[in-house]
């Protein structure tokens, strides 16, 4: 799986801000593409991103270890605001009336935080769809003052294939047959996303008419029963009109008994 940059995958950056108790870290999440086939099998990616990490100088305490003088009360351990104190009682609230507090951070500011990149591998399992979440635990923005961290979550879009399109766990896809095989029937080959396996065509078959392959569609994300995948037949008539084709398709026209257009009507 490739790296790519998510410079842009977070908004929620806490660093420099103060607080008097540790918290937990946000929750992040980020969108990645996978294709129809990594839906249906499961993938990895490995992403390069930033986010709001532990610093690494205080390791995330937000402080040296070290007391100073409380930059709230100037070491009083009272303080007032607009002339009044603090809660009432007058007890600082940063130092809680001992006139000491710890020294903040230089790195981070007191935060406990810093911005960091990491690259993530993440596993994509078989049958997400677009908006399916995977959740990594612990990835998250790091937490305020030592707090614990938040979770990455990965949302997933699944791109559409050209060929094959999808409805819940069932896939569908036209499979060309030509019209030998479909008046005669015969064995084909059809590609599946878990391996190509062989079709027996039913003699006389129509073109619309629809085959099942039990069990290889997209496995349940809850674990319950696979989908299924279903084969359309489209018969396709030779692309050239050489002598020996026409004369064939006018030794065909003679086997139709009547007007194949007679029950049209609307």
Known sequence: AGGFDINDLFGRGRGG???TAAERGDDLTTRVQVSLAEAVTGTERTLTLQRPGRCSKCHGEGNTGKL???PTCNGTGRARR???MFGGSGVCPTCRGSGKAPEPCSQCGGSGIKEETTRLTVKIPAGVITGSKVRLAGQGAAGIQ???PGDLYIETEVTEHPLVRREGDDLYLDLP???????MGGEVRVPTFQG????KVPPGSQ???KMRLKGRGVPSLRGGTPGDMYLLLQVKVPEEATDEVRAAAETLARAYRGDVRRELTL
């Open 17 to 19: 801000s103060r607080s």
């Open 68 to 70: 100073v003088t409380c």
């Open 82 to 84: 607009g002339g009044a």
């Open 146 to 148: 030592g707090g614990p």
């Open 177 to 183: 047959v030509t019209v030998s095989e479909a008046l």
């Open 196 to 199: 190509e396996v062989t079709l």
């Open 207 to 209: 073109s619309g008419r």
